[in-house]
């Protein structure tokens, strides 16, 4: 069964203080990785796609990378700002294409 | 450019009754899809619409239901309401379907008493 699963469920930073969040995935037929940053009563926000394994991309302090397994979500030096859940999804092909999102990570960045 | 609108944006129903939940793409977007979020279960695909046609479909019981307009506009409906039903529902839009990146709107909360 495709699944998608993020750790930590949690994570509680210092300002400044960098981190990486992970998704690993188990999928037939990836098409897509996906992440998104969730604020409190509010619809996901389109961070970054990853197609293919070893691709990185960058936003801000924000990097994402992809392997044949995971992905990571990598936060550089972060800000209260930052603090929401992101959440990582795999788009799946074969028999119904979906997007398969995983439990996200709530992240909280104290100055 | 607007994004993703969703209305309403909160809606307060009893059991038995039925819903109807409105989303406009991102002008230009072809692909609707629908998910629903609750906080034991995450974010759970519903269904994708492309051109009017329901492409793809969840694990959800046949009281949910969707439909697509021509100009991209879709509408998802819930009959027979449970209480289980209690959730925020996004729409997500993009240019085309398939792993093309999914644009959220910000949601209708849905309320089940």
């Known amino acids: 069964e495709d699944q998608v699963t993020q750790s930590p469920e949690a994570l509680r930073l210092q300002e400044g203080e960098s981190s990486s969040l992970n998704c690993s995935y188990t999928v037939s037929g990836l098409r897509g990785l996906f992440w998104y940053r969730q604020d409190p009563g509010k619809g996901p926000e389109f961070l970054f796609t990853?197609?293919?394994a070893g691709e990185e991309k960058e936003k801000e302090r924000l990097k994402a990378t992809l392997t044949k397994k995971e992905s990571f979500l990598h936060i550089t030096a972060p800000k209260p700002e930052d603090s929401a859940t992101y959440l990582c999804a795999a788009y799946v092909s074969g028999g119904y294409n979906k997007l398969i999102f995983g439990a996200g990570t709530r992240l909280a960045v104290h100055p | 450019k607007a994004g993703v609108t969703q209305t309403p944006r909160y809606l307060i129903k009893t059991r038995g009754q039925q819903v109807t939940l409105s989303c406009s793409p991102i002008s230009g977007h072809r692909s609707v899809s629908w998910y629903q979020q609750t906080p034991g279960q995450g974010l759970q695909f519903l269904f994708e619409?492309?051109?009017?046609?329901?492409?793809n479909k969840g694990n959800f019981p046949g009281r949910f239901s969707g439909r697509q307009f021509s100009n991209s506009r879709s509408e998802m409906n819930v009959s027979t309401l449970e209480l289980g039903d209690s959730a925020l529902y996004l729409c997500?839009?993009?240019?085309?379907?398939?792993?093309?990146?999914?644009?959220f709107g910000p949601g209708t909360r849905l309320t089940v008493l």
């Open positions: 619409y492309f051109s009017e046609t329901q492409r």
């Open positions: 990853l197609y293919s």
């Open positions: 997500a839009s993009s240019l085309i379907a398939g792993q093309d990146t999914q644009y």
